[in-house]
Structures are given as structure tokens and as C-alpha cells.
């Protein structure tokens, strides 16, 4: 009887102790799935965008607005010295900032498109210790948008996103149809799924019997960002916007990518038939695709943009 009791007692202080290590672990996962820490803060920098502008002879001007929740998002307007009447808006991707898209500034400003790279809220110089994949992001752009079109006077605004970014603008689309014209590089087709893919990444177990196990993070997870936060990450859907709109959009997605598969864009393609094409591109790294390809992403991206600019020729 001594003994049954003394493995009763070890048993559920043993049972005690997987709970609570359960509990850290899924909090951990939540807080730091919507936290940067400061030191992987990406600072924009501001000679980089003076040597961008200088290229092409590009005219900088900081751009700023306000979220609706009394956060300062900051940004960079480039000017095209022989602008050809349309805009576009790059958006970066997670633990980046506006100096990541840099690369696609400089090839849009030298074929006169105006510019404007934006901070994601909790990225580089925007305010926010939150960022949620689209869900607050969704307004934020909006109101990029409307400061395009009333301070800029802007004509016609395409978008370009890279990861995240990506996500974001399709995500826009639900709300939004100010756009002619999309390119999304890598995006993931909703949060859930990709969160799915990432701990599995993470923890080694992606295609292993093991990798089914990981809902079991991912939701309660879920259920503590939406009780603690105010955030239902299962919102984050560029699948259902994406459904829900008509405007022209570019996916392109490496088969090589391991941070997000290329499942995401392949199950995008399926969101609708009208105004959407898919270019699995060759084999390069996540988010790496402009440098890896240069004019061959270049190409694909003007000349999809050209496609819904019809009042102008390259």
C-alpha cells in the first residue's frame, strides 16, 4: 500500500511536471510568434535608401501614418525622376524591415515606377511590440493606401510583398480592391498551416509520423493569443481573400523553399481561376528570389505589372 501511494504521489507530480512544461511551451510559442526580440529588430537605414534614390535619381521623403490603434508606421516615397504614372507599395516579411525590399525598389525606380517601402507594424521603425500576420496589418495597409492617393496624388498603385508582406496584401483584398495589380513572393496560404509548418521545421518532425503531434502545440496556442492578445490568428487567411477578390495577382514560389513549402502557393492557385497565374520559380532560397534571379524576376514582375497599365508602354 506504502508503495502504491509513494508511486501515486511520483506519478502525478510527474504528470504535474509535463503539464506545466506543456503550459511554458505553449506559451513561449505564442508570445514569441508575435514578439520580436529588440536584438533581431531590423533597423532601416537611411544611407541605404539615399544610395537606392541616388541610382536612379529617385527623390526620398519619409513617409509616416497612423494605425488605428495610435501606432506610428514608418516608411520611404521614392519619387521617380521620369515617373511612368504608376506606383508600387513593397512590403517585407518577418523580422525584416523596409531595407529588405531595397533591391526591389531599385529595379522598379529604374523603370519609373514611385515607391513607397513601409515598416511593418513591430518591424524596424514602426511602432508596435505586436505584429499579427495580417489581421491589424490589413487596416494598417489601408491606410498606406489612402495616404498614397491623397498626399501623393498617385494614379495607379500595384503591390509587391515578400513573405509575410505577401501574405498581408492578399489578405488586403477581402477589404481592398484600390490594387490593379499583385505580386506575391512566397506567401502562405493561412497562418494556421504555416505556424503548422514552421514548429514542425523547428522541431526536425516535418514529414515524419511524429508531425501531427504539433496541433497539439499549435492549438492551445491559438486559443492563448486570442485570450491574452486580442489576436484569433485563425483570421490570418490570404486563402480567403484571395477567394473573395478579383484583382490580378502573381504567385510565385520556389519548390526549394524551406521556411514556407510551396504548398502554400499551390493551394493559393486553386483560390480562383480568373486574374491569377502561378510561377513556380527555379530552385532558390526563401525570400532570396530577386537576388538569386535577377533580370528573370525583373521580367516577371513588369511585365505583369505592364499587363494592367494600359494607358503606358515600357
Not at 503550459?23 to 508570445?31: D, F, G, R
Not at 502545440?217 to 492578445?229: D, E, I, N
Not at 490580378?248 to 504548398?263: F, G, K, R, T
Request: charged share 20%; net charge positive.
Amino acid at each position: 500500500m506504502a508503495l502504491s501511494k509513494r508511486a501515486w504521489r511520483l506519478g502525478s507530480i510527474a504528470v504535474a511536471g509535463c503539464v506545466l512544461i506543456f503550459a511554458a511551451a505553449v506559451v513561449t510559442l505564442a508570445e514569441n510568434g508575435l514578439r520580436l526580440p529588440p536584438h533581431l529588430r531590423a533597423v532601416p537605414e537611411q544611407k541605404l535608401a539615399l544610395a537606392v534614390g541616388a541610382k536612379s535619381g529617385a527623390r526620398l521623403d519619409a513617409a509616416e501614418i497612423v494605425s488605428a490603434d495610435g501606432l506610428r508606421l514608418r516608411g520611404w516615397y521614392f519619387e521617380p525622376k521620369q515617373a511612368n504614372g504608376d506606383t508600387v507599395l513593397l512590403l517585407h516579411g518577418v523580422a525584416d524591415s523596409r531595407r529588405g525590399v531595397m533591391r526591389h525598389a531599385e529595379f522598379l525606380l529604374r523603370y519609373g515606377y514611385g515607391v513607397l517601402a513601409a515598416d511593418s507594424r513591430g518591424h524596424g521603425s514602426s511602432e508596435g511590440t505586436l505584429f499579427s500576420y495580417g489581421i491589424r496589418e490589413v487596416d494598417d495597409v489601408g491606410r498606406w493606401v489612402n495616404w498614397l492617393f491623397d498626399q501623393k496624388q498617385i494614379r495607379r498603385l500595384h503591390g509587391l510583398g515578400v513573405s509575410m508582406g505577401a501574405a498581408i496584401l492578399l489578405q488586403t483584398l477581402e477589404r481592398d480592391s484600390r490594387f490593379a495589380a499583385l505580386v506575391a513572393d512566397s506567401p502562405f496560404a493561412t497562418f494556421r498551416e504555416v505556424a503548422y509548418d514552421r514548429i514542425n521545421l523547428v522541431l526536425g518532425t516535418r514529414n515524419t509520423p511524429l508531425a501531427p503531434l504539433c496541433w497539439g502545440l499549435l492549438t492551445p496556442a491559438f486559443v492563448y493569443t486570442s485570450w491574452k492578445m486580442g489576436i484569433n490568428l485563425n483570421h490570418a487567411s490570404p486563402l480567403r481573400a484571395l477567394s473573395a477578390s478579383n484583382v490580378p495577382v502573381l504567385l510565385m514560389h520556389s519548390p526549394a523553399d524551406v521556411n514556407i513549402p510551396v504548398s502554400h502557393s499551390r493551394k493559393l492557385r486553386t483560390a480562383r481561376d480568373a486574374n491569377l497565374e502561378f510561377w513556380e520559380m527555379p530552385e532558390v532560397r526563401h525570400g532570396e528570389a530577386l537576388r538569386q534571379l535577377g533580370p528573370q524576376y525583373e521580367q516577371r514582375v513588369l511585365d505583369w505589372f505592364d499587363r494592367y497599365s494600359p494607358a503606358r508602354k515600357r
